[in-house]
């Protein structure tokens, strides 16, 4: 869904804004998908159109979702996580995902099929690409939220605030007003020009850093929580379940861990 709103983009939208968005909630409501797919029938989408925005999106994707795909290096583990989506998540139409390519299981209007065959070439690169690196899947690979940041070229305050969120995790807002010099109202009031609630950055930043440890480590949900701010581990698990629509962290896990 992203791939096709990215097609009609329009100047005003701006990709920091968009990425902190999708690490929060990646999940779409249903009609605003259907609406989405059909106002594209009528100009069905190339599947060379669609490549373009789907690796800048992907690129730069620091959700769960997007930060799996970054390292993953087994197309079992996708088949995993897909059919996780039909199972979690509000789908138009379940689809399989094979060894061969992606197969709806009914039949699918010419845009969603077109959709289908764009997921295949991307996993395709994926794998191809994540194959090909001579480096182990990590919790240190890869882009941070700053460093999306100073790539989209964010307001100062929005690089700053992300700077401080990764490296004091356990901090409040409160704490980065104060570590701005800023009064609390003055703080909300510079964070509300941006687009960008100071609190949205820091869910942000804890989820996105969370993620990578749920994926990529053997550390317990409790100690993930520890170490990226959360309450506790079932803070963690509610927070990762609305970032990816719905999917909780086990399955992640288990789907990561078919490649080792």
């Known amino acids: 869904m992203r791939v096709l709103e990215a097609l009609n983009r329009k100047p005003s939208i701006n990709p920091f804004h968009e990425n902190v968005a ?10 605003k998908k259907r609406r989405i797919m059909y106002s594209a029938e009528g100009a069905l989408p190339s599947l060379q ?30 088949a995993r996580v897909w059919s996780a989506y039909s199972t979690y ?23 969603h099929f077109r959709l289908l065959e764009a997921y295949g070439a991307f996993f395709d690169h994926c794998l191809h690409q994540n194959r ?22 964010a307001p100062m305050l929005l690089q700053d605030a992300c700077d401080f969120f990764l490296a004091y995790p356990r901090s409040k807002v409160s704490d980065l007003y104060t570590a701005l010099g800023l009064h609390p109202r003055t703080g909300e009031r510079r964070f509300a020009a941006e687009g960008i609630p100071a609190m949205a950055l820091k869910r942000a930043c804890a989820i996105s850093s969370a993620s990578r440890y749920i994926l990529w480590s053997d550390l317990t949900l409790a100690e993930i929580a520890a170490k990226c701010g959360y309450t506790d581990g079932a803070h963690l698990h509610h927070e990762f379940r609305r970032s990816t629509g719905g999917i909780p962290p086990a399955v992640y896990r288990r789907a990561v861990r078919v490649q080792h």
């Not at 379940?94 to 010419?110: A, D, F, H, L, M």
């Open 22 to 31: 999708n690490i929060l909630v990646s999940a779409v409501d249903l009609n």
């Open 49 to 78: 159109s669609l490549e373009g925005p789907w690796r800048e999106l992907a690129c730069l994707d620091l959700s769960p979702t997007g930060l799996f795909f970054a390292q993953n290096r087994s197309r079992e583990s996708i």
């Open 89 to 111: 998540a509000e789908v138009i139409d379940p689809s399989e995902c094979k060894e061969q390519g992606i197969y709806p299981t009914r039949e699918v209007s010419r845009v």
């Open 132 to 153: 090909r690196s001579s480096y182990p899947p990590s919790v240190s690979h890869g882009f941070t939220i700053k460093d999306v940041a100073r790539i989209f070229n």
